[in-house]
Nanobody
Framework: QVQVVESGGGLMQTGGSLRLSCAVS????????MAWFRQAPGKRRELVAL???????NYSDSAKGRFSIWRVDAGRSMYLQLNSLKPEDTAVYYC???????????????WGQGTLVAVSS
């Protein structure tokens, strides 16, 4: 099995910063694309940022210039630095990981349970 666990959420004031972490563990051959999504109350889940195996990154328009994504340890860890936070960034942030499992040798997509980021005005 593969486990994905997020951490680092919390309550911040407008303009503050947070760093979210995503830890991947288990029966893994390799980690492919990794991404952060978020879901605000009453809204659809949306992509925030992603990073592929070659460390090419892509950001949503709302994240560009404020958030940074990176990965280390052959993809076993991923981070999202949130700067200049705004109340509209309030959401549950989810880690989404594409993994090639060892046994059986196949591609799977695994989501974490989410971590809450709340930004007060």
């Amino acid at each position: 099995q593969v486990q994905v666990v997020e951490s680092g959420g919390g309550l911040m004031q407008t303009g503050g910063s947070l760093r979210l972490s995503c830890a991947v563990s288990g029966d893994i051959f390799s980690v492919n694309t990794m991404a952060w999504f978020r879901q605000a109350p009453g809204k659809r889940r949306e992509l925030v940022a992603l990073i592929d195996y070659n460390r090419t990154t892509n950001y949503s328009d709302s994240a560009k210039g404020r958030f940074s994504i990176w990965r280390v340890d052959a993809g076993r860890s991923m981070y999202l630095q949130l700067n200049s936070l705004k109340p509209e960034d309030t959401a549950v942030y989810y880690c989404d990981v594409g993994v090639v499992r060892l046994r059986p040798h196949k591609d799977v997509e695994v989501w974490g349970q989410g971590t809450l980021v709340a930004v007060s005005s």
